[in-house]
C-alpha cells in the first residue's frame, strides 16, 4: 500500500485492538501491518506462549502486596487492572455483536479463578485480601475457605495427599481463560479485508526514519527479498521484543538511557484426558521474592486449538534473544548503546538475586520442576508431564528516580513529543488490559477522533465504560451492566458446580 495514515509493526493483540480500533472510529483510516514470520501472532500472543489468563486481579497475588502494619492489604492494583480488563471484555463482545470476529469458545471461555497459599503467614495474608477485596462491589462474590473438604470440591488436584498443615484459598467464579493470539488473529483477518487496509506476513520492518511529514519505514519482503520503503504520519510498534531495537533504531529521545532483559519462559503440560477433566480452575500462588513478575506460579485449565489441557508453570529460562521464534542470540548485545549500558550494569549489580534465580531455573531438572508442581499438585507423576518452551518476555530496564531497575509491574507505551511514533514496552498484564492501553495511545496520537460527540458515541457503542471513573464504587453499577451484556454475548455466565 503507497502511503497509508498508519502503520502497524508486528500482528500481536496491541496491533490488533489498535487497527480494529481506529478502523472502527474512521472507516476511513488507510492502515497498512507489517508482521514479519509467516503467520500473524506467532509471538507473546500465541496461546501457546503466554498463561491465557484473564488478568483481572481475581487470582493475581503479585497485584495486592504484602500486609502493612497493621495486617491491611492494599487492593488498589487489583481494583484497577479489574476495570481495564473490563474494557476489553467489552469490546470483545462488540466485536462479536458486529461480525468483527465470530465464535467467542474459540478464543474465551469461562474458568473460576483460585489464589493458593498455605502455611500460618500466607494464609493470614489471603484472608486479609479477600477481607479487602469483598469490601469492594466488583469482589464481593469472592469465596474464601480454610476447609480441606471445600478446597476439595473447588480443585480436587490441590488436596490429594497433601501432608498437614493450613492451607486457604480464594474463588472467583467469574474467572476466564484467553487465546491471544486467536483474538488478534480474527481482528487481523478483519481489519485486512476492510478497504484501504492491508495486513501483510512474511514483511520485516528493519529500521525507522523520521521525516516532515511523519516516518518512512524500510520494510525487507521476506520472500521476494526485496527492500522498500513505505512513508506514513503515525507509526506504532508493537513488535513485542522486536520493539527497543525498532525504537533504538529511530533515534527517539524517549528510549535513551532504557535496556532491555530477556527472559524466557516454559510450561510443564498434562495431555492426560483423565488428570485435565479433574481440574477446572485457574490457580495462582505466591511469587519467590527474587523472581519476576511473570514467574508466579500457578496451575491453569487452558482451551487452545478447541482442546482442554493442562499447564503448571511458568518457569523462567536463560536467553539472550528478544523473540521465540524470529529472534537472534545475538539480541540482547546488540541492544546495548552508549546510553544504556551504564543502567544494565546497575541492574545486573543490584539484582543479584534475580541472576541467581535465573541461573538456577536455567539449570534445573525435570525432577526440580516436577517438585515445584508438588507443592500445587501433590500426587502429579512424571510420566504425565512434558516440557514445553513458552514466549519470552523483555523486561524493560530503565532509570527512575535516579535509580536503574527492572520494569516488573505494568505495561508501558513510549510516544514520542510529537505523537507520530508509540511503542509499547513492559509485560504484565499486558494483554489482558490491551484495550485500554490501545486507546490511550489513541486519546493521545488521534485525539480528534475521539474530541468530537460523534466520535465519542462511536467509542461508547464499542466501550461503554471507557470514559468511567470505574474504580470509583459508586460507579460499579455500570461497570457490572456493561459486563452483563458482554458476558451474555460471549457466553461467559459464571461456571457452576
Not at 511469587?287 to 486449538?305: Q, S, Y
Not at 465504560?465 to 457466553?491: C, K, M, R
Amino acid at each position: 500500500m503507497e502511503n497509508p495514515d498508519v502503520i502497524l509493526i508486528g500482528s500481536g493483540i496491541m496491533s490488533a485492538h489498535l487497527g480494529a480500533l481506529l478502523k472502527s472510529l474512521d472507516p476511513n483510516l488507510r492502515i497498512q501491518l507489517f508482521e514479519g514470520a509467516s503467520t500473524f501472532s506467532p509471538e507473546s500472543s500465541h496461546g501457546w506462549n503466554n498463561a491465557g489468563t484473564g488478568h483481572a486481579g481475581l487470582c493475581e497475588l503479585s497485584y495486592t502486596p504484602d500486609r502493612a502494619p497493621d495486617g491491611t492489604v492494599n487492593v488498589a492494583k487489583a481494583i484497577s487492572i479489574f476495570t481495564e480488563f473490563e474494557l476489553s471484555r467489552q469490546f470483545w463482545g462488540y466485536a462479536v455483536k458486529a461480525g468483527l470476529i465470530k465464535d467467542p469458545r474459540a478464543f474465551i471461555n469461562p474458568v473460576p479463578h483460585l489464589s493458593f497459599v498455605f502455611g500460618d503467614d500466607h494464609v493470614d495474608f489471603l484472608r486479609a485480601r479477600h477481607r479487602a477485596l469483598t469490601a469492594h462491589p466488583f469482589f464481593r462474590e469472592m469465596e474464601f475457605t480454610t476447609d480441606r473438604a471445600t478446597l476439595a470440591e473447588w480443585a480436587p488436584l490441590l488436596t490429594e495427599n497433601r501432608a498437614p498443615g493450613p492451607v486457604a484459598a480464594t474463588r472467583m467464579r467469574s474467572g476466564t481463560d484467553v487465546n491471544f493470539g486467536e483474538i488478534a488473529r480474527r481482528l487481523i483477518m478483519w481489519l485486512g479485508s476492510q478497504p484501504g487496509c492491508v495486513a501483510a506476513t512474511s514483511h520485516r520492518v528493519t529500521d525507522l526514519t523520521k521525516t516532515a511529514a511523519g516516518w518512512d519505514v524500510t520494510v525487507a519482503d521476506r520472500t521476494t527479498g526485496k527492500t522498500r520503503r513505505v512513508s506514513a504520519p503515525f507509526v506504532f510498534v508493537g513488535a513485542g521484543g522486536g520493539t527497543l531495537p525498532l525504537l533504538q533504531r529511530a533515534g527517539i529521545a524517549e528510549v535513551r538511557g532504557t535496556g532491555g532483559f530477556p527472559i524466557g519462559g516454559q510450561w510443564l503440560v498434562c495431555d492426560n484426558p483423565a488428570i485435565v477433566a479433574r481440574h477446572q480452575a485457574k490457580v495462582y500462588g505466591m511469587a519467590l521474592p527474587e523472581a519476576p513478575t511473570m514467574a508466579v506460579p500457578h496451575l491453569d485449565t487452558r482451551v487452545l486449538e478447541g482442546k482442554k489441557t493442562l499447564l503448571f508453570g511458568p518457569f523462567a529460562s536463560w536467553t539472550t534473544k528478544f523473540l521465540h521464534r524470529e529472534g537472534r542470540v545475538t539480541d540482547l548485545f546488540r541492544s546495548v548503546r552508549p546510553d544504556n549500558v551504564a543502567t544494565l550494569v546497575r541492574v545486573g549489580l543490584s539484582n543479584r538475586d534475580l541472576v541467581r534465580y535465573l541461573m538456577q531455573q536455567g539449570t534445573q531438572s525435570m525432577a526440580n520442576r516436577l517438585a515445584v508442581l508438588r507443592l500445587f499438585y501433590p500426587d502429579a507423576q512424571a510420566n504425565d508431564w512434558r516440557l514445553l518452551d513458552g514466549g519470552i518476555r523483555v523486561q524493560a530496564i530503565k532509570e527512575s528516580d535516579g535509580k536503574a531497575g527492572i520494569v516488573h509491574y505494568g505495561t508501558e507505551v513510549v510516544t514520542t513529543a510529537d505523537r507520530t511514533l508509540s511503542g509499547l514496552l513492559g509485560a504484565s498484564p499486558g494483554a489482558s488490559v490491551s484495550v485500554h492501553v490501545m486507546l490511550e495511545v489513541i486519546r493521545k496520537c488521534f485525539p480528534d477522533l475521539v474530541a468530537s460527540s460523534a466520535g465519542r458515541a462511536r467509542l461508547k457503542a464499542m466501550v461503554p465504560t471507557f470514559d468511567v471513573d470505574a474504580t470509583d464504587p459508586e460507579n460499579s453499577h455500570l461497570v457490572q451492566s456493561a459486563a452483563a451484556e458482554a458476558n451474555a454475548i460471549l457466553g461467559l455466565h459464571p461456571t457452576v458446580d
